[in-house]
């Protein structure tokens, strides 16, 4: 099992930035992919993005593309969600995952979750 922990949210205004950490512990070797996703009220949790710790290859949900970057630590074992140009509807619970897959960008091709953090963008 890895754990996993966020940190980084809150409320800004539109057009503002924010940058989401995700601290994993525990058997962190054995998971390939890191992954952040959303959730907004009402709607279906979706991907944002996510980074292999080998080679750092990443996938960006088209929604997000040119405004998120994320990034790794292998070393302190930290995954990075820098959130730029935010938007209302970025509005969400964000969520950092770990997959055992080469490549995941569905919610179920991860099995561990962290708790979430809340970012609000106002308008």
């Known amino acids: 099992q890895v754990q996993l922990v966020e940190s980084g949210g809150g409320l800004v205004q539109d057009g503002g930035s924010l940058r989401l950490s995700c601290a994993a512990s525990g058997r962190t070797f054995s998971w390939s992919t890191m992954g952040w996703f959303r959730q907004a009220p009402g709607k279906e949790r979706e991907f944002v993005a996510a980074i292999r710790w080998s080679g750092g290859i990443t996938d960006y949900a088209d929604s997000v593309k040119g405004r998120f970057t994320i990034s790794r630590d292998n070393a302190k074992k930290t995954v990075c969600l820098q959130m730029n140009s935010l938007k209302p509807e970025d509005t969400a619970v964000y969520y950092c995952?770990?997959?055992?897959?080469?490549?995941?960008?569905?919610?179920?091709?991860?099995?561990?979750w962290g708790q979430g953090t809340q970012v609000t963008v106002s308008s």
């Open positions: 995952a770990a997959s055992r897959a080469s490549r995941a960008v569905t919610a179920k091709e991860y099995d561990n």
